[in-house]
T-cell receptor, first 116, second 113 residues
C-alpha cells in the first residue's frame, strides 16, 4: 500500500531562518511521482513541485529546494531565508506513474509558522 | 493562466439535505477528481473520473455520493443525504494527460448542521 509520512506536525521559525520539511513515503511501485503542495491560510492547494522517481536530481527554485533520496524513500523540502508569507501547511503527496487514475496520496501535512 | 474553478465557495446545509458541488476543470483536461479535507486533517481522495465514467473511488465514496459531467465543462459532486461528518472542504482537481500534474480548485467548504 502507498503511504506518505510527514512526522513534523508543526514547525515554528523566525524570519530568515532556513527550514526543512521532511517527507518519507512507502510504495511498491518502481516508478511513481512525488509532489509538494502548499496550503496557505486561505485554504487553496498550490502546486509546488513534481518529481519522477527515476530522476533523483535535486531541484532548486528560488528559495525553495528539494532533496529526493530513493535509497531512504525521502523527498525533503527546504526553504532558505524563510519569510512570513511562507507560513502555511505543506503537504507531500505520492501517486503512481502512468496509471489510469494517478490519485494523490497525501501526508498529514506540516504547519510552518514563520515569525517576523 | 487556466485554472480550476469551484462553486459555491461555502455552503451550509441541514443534515439529510442533498447538495451539489460544482467544478469547472481546465478546458483541455481529461481526468477529473474530487478530494475531501476534514478540518485540520489531510486531503483524502474520493473519486476519479475519465472518459465519462468513474475510474476509481475510495471507501469514503459510498452510495450517498455521485459524480457527473453533465456537459463539456462542468464536473459535479452530489451528496444525496448529507450527514454531519460530511462537513469538510471539497476540492476538485483536473489533469491533462496521464503524466501531467493535477491542478486543484480553490475548494468548497461544506458545513452540515
Amino acid at each position: 500500500a502507498q503511504k506518505v509520512t510527514q512526522a513534523q506536525t508543526e514547525i515554528s521559525v523566525v524570519e530568515k531562518e532556513d527550514v526543512t520539511l521532511d517527507c518519507v513515503y512507502e510504495t511498491r511501485d518502481t516508478t511513481y511521482y512525488l509532489f509538494w503542495y502548499k496550503q496557505p491560510p486561505s485554504g487553496e492547494l498550490v502546486f509546488l513541485i513534481r518529481r519522477n522517481s527515476f530522476d533523483e536530481q535535486n531541484e532548486i527554485s528560488g528559495r525553495y529546494s528539494w532533496n529526493f533520496q530513493k535509497s531512504t524513500s525521502s523527498f525533503n523540502f527546504t526553504i532558505t531565508a524563510s519569510q512570513v508569507v511562507d507560513s502555511a501547511v505543506y503537504f507531500c503527496a505520492l501517486s503512481d506513474y502512468g496509471g489510469a487514475t494517478n490519485k494523490l496520496i497525501f501526508g498529514t501535512g506540516t504547519l510552518l509558522a514563520v515569525q517576523p | 493562466e487556466p485554472e480550476v474553478t469551484q462553486t459555491p465557495s461555502h455552503q451550509v446545509t441541514q443534515m439529510g439535505q442533498e447538495v451539489i458541488l460544482r467544478c469547472v476543470p481546465i478546458s483541455n483536461h481529461l481526468y477529473f477528481y474530487w478530494y475531501r479535507q476534514i478540518l485540520g486533517q489531510k486531503v483524502e481522495f474520493l473519486v476519479s473520473f475519465y472518459n465519462n465514467e468513474i475510474s476509481e473511488k475510495s471507501e469514503i465514496f459510498d452510495d450517498q455520493f455521485s459524480v457527473e459531467r453533465p456537459d463539456g465543462s462542468n464536473f459535479t459532486l452530489k451528496i444525496r443525504s448529507t450527514k454531519l461528518e460530511d462537513s469538510a472542504m471539497y476540492f476538485c482537481a483536473s489533469r491533462g494527460t496521464e503524466k501531467e500534474t493535477q491542478y486543484f480548485g480553490p475548494g468548497t467548504r461544506l458545513l452540515v448542521l
